[in-house]
């Protein structure tokens, strides 16, 4: 994965875990089971925020030069 896929998939956690609600409900919707383990994976990831030096470096742009 590059680096701009990284921050990118980051900062998409980082939304989904803001709207927790929503985003485990948008996956109940979309197939998973009330109760299954991808749903319960699904809910720990978002429960588990990017720590502050993650999304701290997300903010900073990628050094140049870098792939």
């Known amino acids: ?39 319960a994976l699904l809910d720990g990831i978002l429960m588990a925020r990017p720590n502050r030096r993650l999304r701290e470096a997300m903010m900073r742009p990628p050094l140049a030069g870098k792939a």
């Open 1 to 39: 994965m590059t680096t701009s896929g990284s921050i990118a998939l980051v900062w998409l956690v980082g939304v989904a875990c803001a709207e927790h609600k929503a985003t485990v409900k948008a996956a109940v919707e979309d197939g998973l089971t009330a109760g299954s383990e991808a749903l």
